[in-house]
């Protein structure tokens, strides 16, 4: 839990072993663990002043066009 950052590929080949899994091009990535942005959700303004600009950088650069008529409902 605390470094995920290869979790996509072991979508992409299911039957990888875990060290033997990579970044794949393009995937998004967490600045922090995910246990540590466990914590951090448990504070609710915290988590939305750290994850509002990730959000609004994926919305901006990575979306999908379904992603962002999503949005713009």
Request: net charge negative; hydrophobic share 50%; proline share 10%.
């Amino acid at each position: 839990m605390l470094n995920a950052s290869c979790h996509s590929d072991h979508h992409i080949n299911p039957a990888r072993a875990y060290w033997e899994l990579s970044l794949q091009p393009g995937a998004p990535l967490q600045r922090l663990p995910a246990g540590v942005v466990f914590f951090i959700a448990l504070v609710p303004p915290l988590y939305i002043r750290i994850m509002a600009p990730q959000l609004a950088a994926w919305d901006a650069y990575a979306a999908s066009e379904a992603e962002r008529t999503l949005l713009a409902s």
